[in-house]
């Protein structure tokens, strides 16, 4: 089953494990008592989509007690981005540079997330500074819809002149690995493809805008603290849209307006939160984590998600990274202080992706407990076909924000019918030794077995074609292919797709 225990932090899991360590954890007693400690605050927090703002720093329901679960990461921090106001913004830094230049990270003013109120006076805090290195006051002076690409060292995507929005096709992800273990297979993010949209846009859109009408603060949620966060995401979303499809996305400066020329629709950014702004245009989840000023440790703060099975993000808003993972297999053991040691430090300019994986029957979005669509996943139904069964992957990316110092992530669900494997080389087999021999809690974790009993077959007929074909060495061991998460030749048949 694809969770957010596993879904919404995994996509660091595989870079963080090549630094295991030592360290130290409570025993289940105290960890249940912490975890009981965080569900009564977030429940508190968090009564309605956009909770009651809170009026200074200290009451922005951000943790300030945690007991450290291992090492405390509260002197760590990635690199500062402040050198880039002086080619950016000179203006800026002007009549005050002198005061920030005395601060250093074990100032108490470093670390803090701006002040999530309208009532708080911005003069009073215009010195804390965030995990990257700037000012309240320098963020406000910035302006709307600064240079992002120059604050995060992350170029702008190229733009995407032969994409038709009607013919799109997502990439064909297939993250299979072998020897396939609880570390997962990371790259560096391929810039012009942080958001993919396919001819599937209008239709996901319009799936997510009902979702979230019919469960609210089940998936799109903003607790206090994250305001910056939530306004600096959106605007870096939508720089991206208009930058790689100029042909369908437009920004007005001038009426502050979005205009989106798939959906034909316009967007009074003004008037509208920011969340709202990405749910209506951008068909992706985000994840937005906040580091806690005292203990260095990220937490859950705000977000969008409407692809989730068996899960939903309320149940998962206000947790720190272990609370999330608690269920996921060696987490603990071998994942827990590598990861948040990579959260701590992991700079703007490097973001990261991989892909998750599961097979199931039709193409189920949104399966909160309870819907009858887990009915499906208790009992392995003979009358099922391979024609119903489709590869999930959730194409996952995982940043820095340059002001905020917040990290996200977003993934979307990408679903492939697996009939179409019946031409990709190696793929089958690659497949096939994961399904038959990868580790058992694994496999029951992604809760594969519903769909073994047609995929599996169906698989071992499409390899004997592709031997029999010469597409594949009869004698080929299954290894992680070096086109990962691709395979050979995959560019013609996409393109082919594509219709050039």
């Known amino acids: 089953m694809i969770s957010l225990h ?3 932090l995994a996509a660091a899991l595989g870079l963080l494990c090549i630094y295991l ?59 500062s981005r402040r050198h880039v106001l002086e080619e950016l913004s000179p203006h800026v830094l002007k009549g005050y540079d002198s005061v920030v230049g005395e601060l250093t990270t074990n100032d108490k003013a470093y670390g803090h997330c701006w002040p999530d109120s309208e009532d708080v006076d911005a003069d009073e805090c215009a010195d804390y500074v965030t995990a990257t290195g700037f000012t309240v006051r320098e963020i406000k002076d910035l302006g709307v819809f600064p240079d992002y690409a120059e604050l995060s060292g992350i170029s702008l995507p ?16 297939r993250p299979f690995r072998w020897a396939y273990h609880q570390t997962m297979s990371l790259a560096k993010m391929d810039l012009d493809w942080w958001l993919e949209l396919e001819q599937t846009y209008a239709d996901r859109i319009q799936q997510r805008k009902e979702l979230f009408d019919a469960y609210g603060e089940m998936m799109l949620q903003r607790l206090p603290g994250s305001a910056l966060a939530v306004n600096e995401l959106m605007e870096m ?71 989730s099975l068996g899960w939903n993000l309320g149940s998962k808003i206000g947790l720190n990274l272990n609370q999330i993972h608690d269920p996921v297999p060696d987490y603990l053991a071998k994942m827990q202080f590598s990861m948040d040691r990579y959260f701590a430090k992991m700079p703007t300019d490097k973001p990261i992706q991989r892909g998750s994986w599961g097979f199931e029957i039709d193409t189920p979005l949104f399966m909160p407990p309870g819907d009858p669509q ?91 074609e592709q031997v029999k074909l010469g597409l594949i060495d009869k004698d080929w061991e299954p290894r992680t292919l070096d086109e990962s998460p691709f395979y050979p030749g995959w560019e013609e048949k996409w393109h082919r797709l594509q219709g050039f």
């Open 6 to 8: 596993f879904e919404l």
């Open 21 to 79: 360590g030592g360290f130290r954890i409570l025993n289940n007693e105290q960890r249940t008592a912490i975890i009981d400690r965080f569900c009564l605050r977030r429940k508190r927090a968090a009564p309605t989509i956009t909770p009651p703002q809170s009026l200074s720093l200290d009451k922005q329901g951000l943790p300030t007690h945690l007991p450290l679960l291992g090492r405390s990461h509260s002197d760590a921090f990635p690199p």
């Open 158 to 173: 190229s733009p995407y002149t032969d994409f038709d929005i009607n013919k799109a096709v997502a990439r064909p992800y």
């Open 237 to 307: 979303c939508l720089q991206f849209l208009c930058a790689r499809y100029p042909q369908y996305f437009r920004l007005d400066m001038d009426a502050m307006t979005f205009h989106n020329g798939i959906l034909k629709t316009s967007t009074n950014l003004r008037a509208t939160e920011p969340l709202q702004v990405l749910l209506h245009n951008v068909p992706e989840d985000f994840a937005i984590m906040i580091r806690n000023p005292t203990t260095g440790l990220y937490n859950f703060r705000a977000g969008i998600i409407c692809s």
């Open 374 to 464: 887990e009915q499906l996943r208790e009992g392995q139904d003979p009358s099922h076909t391979i024609d119903r069964c489709h590869l999930r992957v959730d194409w996952q990316t995982l940043r820095r924000l340059p002001l905020s110092g917040a990290i996200v992530f977003n993934f979307k669900a990408v679903f492939t019918p697996v009939t179409r494997f019946r031409d990709e080389p190696y793929v089958p087999s690659l497949i096939l030794k994961v399904l038959k021999e990868g580790k058992k809690e694994i496999m029951q974790y992604k809760n594969t077995w519903h769909t073994k009993h047609v995929v599996i077959p169906a698989l071992e007929e499409y390899e004997r």
